[in-house]
């Protein structure tokens, strides 16, 4: 297994080095009263170096972020980017020598990486050539140019390191007596004849047309197997940037087949463990000062409706999940699939016989990243009809009275799994009064339960409401199973669908023997 941190886009927009080559000049709608005495008012750039005092250059040789920091105190030195620096640092020292680095869009991933790594490579090891490659030529040329202009500008103040002037292309350039360089290409490019100390692969998909596609994701990875590695040396090291879109994409079939050989750095937008490195709380933003939760709520769900108070539109959560969460799933689902929830605006009837199933997996301390979910539904005819699902992070007398609220809104009985963490719970809830209902798991897995229940939702025998704010949520959870980072609200499903499909069947009863390493089920009610 890879060594996994608790982690097109990455376009986010990057720092221009001073005196860049490809920038055009600066046009001011004023008349400047003082520019740094640098300032040439043109492309073309100055033939002195900057002045760096010594401890500016012992900084920047320390680390890629350090440096970044030296040419541009504007650079954000973020926590989650120091993390990443650390990572780089090892890399460098040779202690990592495969690296996947899973962000969101526009958190600094590519800036840090392809421009401050790289260039802070070259110039440590001017003799171990760096190769980038990307999506299009056009997007690793831009960070070869970022990269050139930098070594160009402050690589003899730091280093002493100058570019060669015959050998200065933003997608090929060389250093002056030196083997190191750098070669920036589009996937599928040119590498024939270049080596590579440093092999980064930055955006390996452009876009979710190409992230659909099997016909590229299968390109990268013969790519990948053909070139890349090709073009490595004995001990050269590969670094993956990349926002995840995909279960199959590069990533993916680099953890499926030798993810054992790589280290993992997925920091998703929201934290979603208690162990996150960088000590969030559950639901915190990876980089509060840019992309704060109300942001990232809005992404996700929308803006606020003044009229109703509630969020609509964003992204869905297959997408966000994937792209801000770094967690990608089947297009149609796992052991859910998408297409096999029904839908229905109104009750067709009323209920025979309906139960809030409570999960308070949120009360488990080795599990207190999980949400403690009330899941309400009841069944009419052959078929089951959930009507409101609500999950959190609840201090145990707020889960008592929503429990308390739910039943008498409803007056169905609370369904409560029999474990350990739950007894205070069922204790309270029948000292109050109510119906309780506990249901013993029968020594089951929560897979091998999930497996029992969905033939009937196959089968269409699974109504969720048109419009309710928490259906998207609740379809990506189940489609994601089990390799998703929450099952709560699975979990309430298997209760509901074990409790009124097979209600009179004894609870050890109702799940066939294992076979061939495979739970089965039997067809029932």
């Not at 299009?136 to 500008?153: F, K, N």
């Not at 990232?296 to 409706?305: S, Y």
């Not at 792209?323 to 699939?337: D, S, V, W």
């Not at 499903?493 to 209600?503: A, E, H, I, K, V």
Request: with cysteine; aromatic share 10%.
């Amino acid at each position: 297994m890879a060594a996994f941190v608790l982690s097109r886009l990455s376009s986010e927009p990057p720092k221009t080095t001073r005196g860049s080559k490809d920038t055009a000049p600066l046009k001011l709608p004023f008349s400047p009263v003082s520019l740094p005495t640098n300032f040439t008012g043109s492309s073309e750039q100055s033939s002195e170096s900057p002045t760096l005092s010594p401890q500016e250059v012992a900084k920047a040789k320390r680390s890629p972020v350090d440096l970044l920091e030296v040419i541009d105190p504007s650079y954000g030195r973020a926590p989650h980017l120091e993390l990443l620096n650390s990572y780089l640092k090892r890399c460098e020292a040779r202690e990592i020598r495969r690296l996947m680095i899973f962000m969101p869009p526009q958190h600094g991933k590519s800036t840090t990486t392809s421009k401050g790594l790289a260039s802070h490579w070259i110039g440590s090891f001017p003799d171990e050539p760096v190769i980038l490659a990307s999506y299009g030529q056009s997007w690793a040329e831009h960070w070869g140019r970022e990269s050139r202009d930098l070594i160009e500008e402050y690589g003899e103040a730091i280093w002493g390191l100058k570019v060669r002037q015959d050998s200065k292309a933003a997608g090929r350039w060389q250093l002056e007596g030196h083997k190191g360089g750098m070669t920036a290409v589009g996937i599928g490019g040119a590498t024939t004849g270049r080596g590579a100390g440093l092999f980064l692969i930055d955006d390996p998909v452009k876009d979710q047309e190409e992230a659909r596609s099997s016909i590229i994701q299968q390109r990268n990875i013969d790519w990948y197997q053909t070139v890349v590695k090709t073009r490595l040396a004995q001990n050269g090291v590969i670094i993956l940037i990349m926002t995840r879109w995909h279960e199959n994409d590069l990533a993916g079939w680099l953890l499926r087949t030798e993810g054992h050989a790589w280290t993992v750095l997925n920091l998703p937008a929201l934290a979603e463990r208690d162990d996150d490195p960088l000590e969030r709380p559950i639901g915190g933003p990876l980089w509060p000062e840019k992309f704060s939760a109300d942001y990232l709520a809005e992404v996700r769900h929308g803006a606020i409706d003044p009229e109703s108070g509630e969020r609509k539109g964003g992204t869905t959560a297959y997408w966000f999940n994937a792209m801000y969460q770094q967690r990608p799933t089947e297009e149609e689902g796992g052991r859910f699939k998408r297409f096999w929830w029904q839908r229905y605006d109104a009750l067709p009837s009323t209920p025979v016989t309906g139960f809030n199933a409570v999960d308070t997996a949120g009360y488990d301390s080795k599990t207190s990243g999980d949400y403690a979910v009330i899941h309400s539904a009841c069944r009419i005819g052959h078929s089951v009809y959930s009507t409101h699902v609500q999950r959190g992070h609840w201090e145990f007398p707020e889960l008592v009275q929503r429990c308390k609220n739910i039943q008498a809104e409803n007056h169905w009985p609370l369904l409560i799994e029999d474990v350990p963490w739950a007894k205070p719970l069922i204790q309270s809830l029948r000292q109050q009064g109510l119906a309780v209902i506990p249901f013993a798991p029968g020594g089951h897995s929560k897979e091998a339960r999930a497996d029992a229940v969905t033939p009937y939702i196959e089968a269409a025998q699974w109504y969720l409401p048109i419009g309710a704010s928490w259906v998207d949520d609740f379809i990506e959870e189940h489609a994601a199973f089990p390799n998703g980072a929450h099952d709560d609200q699975v979990d309430s499903s298997s209760m509901l669908g074990l409790r009124m499909f097979q209600p009179a069947i004894p609870q050890r009863a109702r799940l066939s023997p294992q076979r061939n390493g495979q739970q089965n089920y039997r067809r029932l009610g």
